[in-house]
């Protein structure tokens, strides 16, 4: 199952290219892209989507940037870029759906962490079922981080840093999408 | 007086052009498409012929002359502090009582007062023509106190108790006044009673925006309760303290309520021979264009059932008055002059009201750094406290300032306000609302998958490295 990383880091570009595209009209793309709980209600269905692509400032957009760096590299080899390119757009629209029904206590969120925890969690599970040691450490990983934050909250730090909070709540979406992804959708997404 | 698709109180828009007054918001509910097209007159301008889809033919009733005018019918004014006028209709119920809508005293500017004050409404009787006052016996009179019915409130998408009483300043002895209906006409009207409409208000929408200022009287259909919610679409809309009046079927005549006529009476007589007038209704909101047709659908005004505020009319009119003089000023309070807030964090401000009476708070007013403040009136009905919760914006810097205004006001006519200085506190919290819970760790994860990376790495490489040896 070993992909092809030349298409990987395209994939992987691809995603990133909007969030690097709309920082340059953050100001005009902040309102109308960011995930806003009244807006959605109101029919602005988009917004499940497009927020995952705008940043709090370019600390955010750079953080998350590396974040998603480093899990494609560490977990590309148990992504092929269909999957990668499926975990990244069903992730983001669970990362939606699951802040609009189950936290109606956030009114915005933005940024690409939930999904950069679905991928993470699609990479893991495939991993897991095919008995790869990293799939499972990278699961066990990914589940206690998740854990973690929600008994413990996130971190100020990196709030401080990306000049937000940090909404763990999508990290927790972002990854249950992501690990059933990569549990449902094997044969779809494996490489023979 | 007219006819028509759009819902909009029936007061004159104001002399100034800056939005109709009658506009109303809905609450909730799923609201037929003519509904839904009537909400967006909410913020529009005043009605402007051109904006209205109606045949040129609607045409309510006919004009009054001088002579003819009732000595009960009344028009009252309130001529508002940025020049603007609004006019509604009023009847004389007693010496020195003139009773009109309720909505008919609040205005949607948020450049005046919200609420009209005793001194700014004048009550007129005796004329039948706006634009030719010098030949009438013209009666201008004061008033002394605003009733406003306390049960209403304005722009809440309640409309059940729009009623108020003005005392006049000096009681017009010897004048005629309306006595009131002696039974409840909402569920089913009596097909025997004759009862009309009269008013000041917009006479013919297709040449005339404004109230045409003549004094027009019209016949009017009295329609059951049933009938008129299934015709407005919405079940809770209509409550008992509405009548409902007008025509239902396509060719039927395009008569009814418009704006200006707002206050004015729905009024008639039983058919016991003597033809002694009462009042029914109070002019309160109806469809727009006037007349009550949206999409070939007939849709009734709708009257506040002057019935069911009997007792709340003698009790003010009969036993209290006179009482009303030892009214202790209203006096409000906030628990901070000024707030340090954070941005998207919900932040908590206290209220509280002198006095036994009822008191009021009008929404607030925000000035200052205010895109996408979120504040919620949880309860305004709790008298003498109220909690007022706000979240400043997330795009709310360190440093700004919210100015916060609130208006109170009781049901005799009392405003009172008070500001609330809101200072933005230092980067904290933007983008979360619920859960500031802070501790843990965000870099742990991904520096420990850096190093299951490395490990994986090594692994394979040395995996290799066997592979090749062998």
């Given at each position: 199952m070993r992909s092809d990383w030349l298409d990987l880091l395209l994939v992987g570009v691809l995603l990133a290219a909007p969030a690097l595209g709309i920082m340059l009209f953050a100001d005009a793309a902040w309102g109308l892209l960011r995930y806003d709980r009244p807006a959605v209600l109101d029919g602005q269905l988009w917004r499940l989507l497009s927020a995952h692509w705008i940043h709090l400032g370019p600390t955010h957009l750079a953080v998350n940037l590396a974040g998603l760096a480093l899990v494609l590299a560490v977990l590309g080899r148990l992504l092929t870029p269909t999957s990668l390119l499926l975990s990244a757009l069903f992730g983001a629209l669970g990362v939606g759906l699951g802040l609009l029904l189950f936290s109606p206590g956030l009114y915005w969120y933005a940024g690409l962490s939930g999904m950069i925890a679905s991928i993470w969690g699609t990479a893991s599970a495939r991993g897991a079922r095919c008995g790869s040691w990293l799939g499972w450490a990278s699961l066990a990983l990914l589940l206690g981080r998740v854990l973690l934050e929600q008994l413990a909250g996130p971190s100020p730090a990196l709030a401080q840093l990306i000049g937000g909070a940090v909404i763990v709540d999508a990290h927790l979406y972002g990854a249950a999408t992501g690990v059933l992804i990569g549990v449902l959708l094997p044969r779809l997404t494996t490489r023979h | 007086m007219m006819a028509g698709a759009g819902i909009r109180r029936l007061l004159e828009p104001p002399a100034s052009g800056k939005?109709?007054?009658?506009a109303v918001r809905w609450r909730n509910g799923v609201l037929p498409a003519f509904l839904l097209s009537a909400l967006s007159i909410i913020t529009a301008p005043p009605v402007a012929a051109g904006d209205l889809e109606f045949t040129p033919f609607v045409i309510g009733g006919s004009p009054v002359s001088e002579p003819d005018v009732p000595s009960w019918m009344s028009s009252v004014l309130w001529f508002q502090a940025n020049g603007s006028q609004i006019r509604c209709g009023g009847t004389l119920i007693a010496e020195q009582w003139v009773m009109t809508a309720a909505h008919c005293l609040f205005g949607s500017s948020r450049t005046v007062s919200p609420v009209a004050q005793p001194e700014d409404v004048k009550v007129w009787f005796d004329f039948s023509d706006f634009n030719d006052l010098s030949g009438s016996s013209l009666l201008k009179t004061q008033v002394e106190q605003l009733i406003i019915h306390p049960e209403y409130r304005d722009r809440?998408?309640?409309?059940?108790?729009?009623i108020a009483l003005l005392k006049l300043a000096e009681p017009l002895t010897g004048r005629q006044t309306i006595p009131l209906a002696e039974t409840n006409e909402s569920e089913t009207p009596n097909p025997s009673l004759s009862t009309f409409i009269i008013g000041y208000g917009v006479s013919d929408q297709t040449v005339e925006p404004n109230p045409s200022g003549k004094l027009m009287e019209a016949d009017v259909e009295l329609i059951s309760r049933n009938l008129c919610r299934q015709r407005w679409g919405d079940s809770s809309l209509i409550t008992e303290g509405m009548l409902c009046a007008g025509y239902l079927e396509p060719n039927d005549p395009f008569v009814g309520a418009c704006f200006g006529d707002s206050g004015g009476p729905l009024f008639g007589w039983y058919p016991d021979g003597t033809e002694t007038i009462r009042q029914f209704g109070i002019i309160s909101f109806g469809v727009n264009p006037c007349g009550g047709d949206s999409n070939g659908k007939r849709i009734p005004g709708v009257y506040t059932n002057v019935f069911m505020f009997g007792q709340w009319i003698n009790r003010w009119v009969l036993a209290l008055e006179g009482a009303i003089e030892n009214v202790p000023p209203l006096n409000i309070t906030a628990s901070h002059t000024t707030l340090v807030a954070n941005a998207c964090i919900s932040s908590e401000l206290e209220l509280a009201y002198n006095g036994s009476y009822d008191r009021y708070v009008f929404d607030p007013v925000i000035r200052g750094h205010s895109n996408d403040l979120r504040f919620s009136l949880p309860d305004r009905s709790v008298p003498n406290r109220l909690v007022l919760t706000f979240t400043p914006p997330a795009s709310a810097r360190a440093g700004d300032q919210i100015e916060l205004e609130l208006t109170a006001f009781d049901n005799f006519g009392n405003v009172e306000s008070v500001t609330v200085d809101i200072l933005m506190g230092k980067g904290h919290c933007k983008g979360l609302l619920s859960n500031d819970r802070g501790g843990g760790g965000a870099s742990w994860p991904f520096l420990l998958l850096a190093l299951l990376g490395i490990m994986d790495f090594m692994r394979r490489r040395a995996a290799g490295e066997r592979r090749h040896a062998q």
């Open positions: - | 939005g109709s007054p009658g809440s998408g309640n409309y059940a108790t729009d």
